[in-house]
């Protein structure tokens, strides 16, 4: 499975972005996708995933309902659409699949990343 992550660039306090994950591959709709970010000088931390049966889970540290994860199995797409943006948002976003129904909360229970896109929100 390869990964391609989009949808990341500049955007104001309280602006909003939509993220895109879409996946090679078939039998995506078996894999759990999760989203993961990285701040500069700062630990990869995990936001938010999604099981192959659309269960969802988030960082409840600073999600706190502002973003939501989707999965479009048709089109082979994940996406995180991202409400009420903060500047401590800004970080670098990846996308990673794991293969398992289930999703999970830890980088190390991925199997496949993507490539990463940057998201910047200005103040």
């Known amino acids: 499975v390869q990964l391609q992550a989009s949808g990341g660039g500049l955007v104001q306090a309280r602006g909003f972005l939509r993220l895109s994950c879409v996946a090679s591959g078939r039998s995506f709709g078996y894999y759990a996708v999760g989203w993961f970010r990285q701040a500069p000088g700062k630990e990869r931390e995990f936001v938010a995933a999604?099981?192959?049966?659309?269960?969802?889970?988030y960082n409840l540290n600073f999600v706190k309902g502002r973003f939501t994860i989707s999965r479009d199995n048709g089109k082979n797409t994940v996406s995180l659409q991202m409400n009420s943006l903060k500047p401590e948002d800004t970080a670098v976003y990846y996308c990673?699949?794991?293969?398992?129904?289930?999703?999970?909360?830890?980088?190390?229970?991925?199997?496949?990343w993507g490539q990463g896109t940057l998201v910047t929100v200005s103040s």
């Open positions: 999604i099981s192959a049966s659309d269960d969802v889970t």
């Open positions: 990673a699949a794991r293969r398992s129904l289930w999703a999970a909360t830890t980088s190390d229970d991925y199997d496949y």
